[in-house]
């Protein structure tokens, strides 16, 4: 239980286009999802915070303009990474949180991951 | 905001041996430690966690203890075998759940044949 995906598992994409990238939490509903950014041997880094039926809050430094996010329901967050340039190239991991749907409210479940490269 | 800080980056051990990793947080509101696995492209894999009305958790070869006092909790791998080799990530949050975690900077673990 307590699945979490992500699609694509990876993309290549042209500078200047957009890409969309989806969390689904499969088994439990997500009232709040997490995207990250890891860049190779480098931590998990938060971009936003993705509450169901509300704007994202982004960290600082995360244009929002260019990351849009949208949560609209309770098993699905998109991350859209518009007008990609190479710099974004980066390992892109969402989590979701069970709330109260009787899960252990703490642990963040983590989808597998977006590998994208923008040449 | 919340900080985590942690050490060694790199850790090299003989199979059986012992590893420990260390970290340390800043906000002393943080009362969630979960510690992950990272393999080569994968998803963090949630290994160990402990809640700070907790001092000592353990699960097999792996234990995590935590110093409210000092912001300081480690992990402590026993028999360590090369399958243990991968990036391990401590991280800290707090609150009910909806708070998104921070991660410290990770530890190569490899573990020698």
């Known amino acids: 239980g307590a699945v979490v995906s992500q699609h694509p598992s990876w993309v290549i994409c042209k500078s200047g286009t957009s890409v969309k990238i989806e969390c689904r939490s499969l088994?439990?509903?997500?009232?709040?999802m997490f995207w990250y950014r890891q860049f190779p041997k480098q931590s998990l880094m938060l971009m936003a915070t993705?509450?169901?039926?509300?704007?994202?809050?982004?960290e600082q430094g995360v244009e929002k303009d260019k990351f849009l996010i949208n949560h609209a329901s309770l098993t699905l967050s998109t991350l859209t990474v518009t007008s990609a340039h190479p710099e974004d190239s980066s390992f892109y991991i969402c989590?979701?949180?069970?709330?109260?749907?009787?899960?252990?409210?703490?642990?963040?479940?983590f989808g597998p991951g977006t590998r994208l490269t923008v040449t | 905001g919340e900080n985590v800080e942690q050490h060694p980056s790199t850790l090299s051990v003989q199979e059986g041996d012992s590893a420990v990793i260390k970290c340390t947080y800043s906000?002393?509101?943080?009362?969630?430690f979960p510690w992950y696995k990272q393999e080569l492209g994968k998803r963090p894999q949630l290994i160990i966690d402990?809640?700070?009305?907790?001092g000592e958790k353990k699960d097999q070869r792996i234990a995590v203890t935590l110093n409210k006092t000092a912001k300081h909790f480690s992990l402590h791998i026993t028999e360590t075998q090369p399958e243990d080799s991968a990036v391990y990530f401590c991280?800290?949050?707090f609150g009910t759940g909806r708070r998104a975690l921070t991660f410290g900077s990770g530890t190569r673990l490899q573990v020698q044949p």
């Open positions: 989590s979701a949180v069970a709330g109260t749907s009787g899960r252990a409210p703490y642990e963040q479940y």
């Open positions: 088994d439990f509903q997500a009232t709040t």
């Open positions: 993705s509450n169901e039926g509300s704007k994202a809050t982004y």
């Open positions: 906000d002393s509101a943080s009362n969630y």
């Open positions: 402990i809640r700070s009305n907790v």
């Open positions: 991280a800290a949050s």
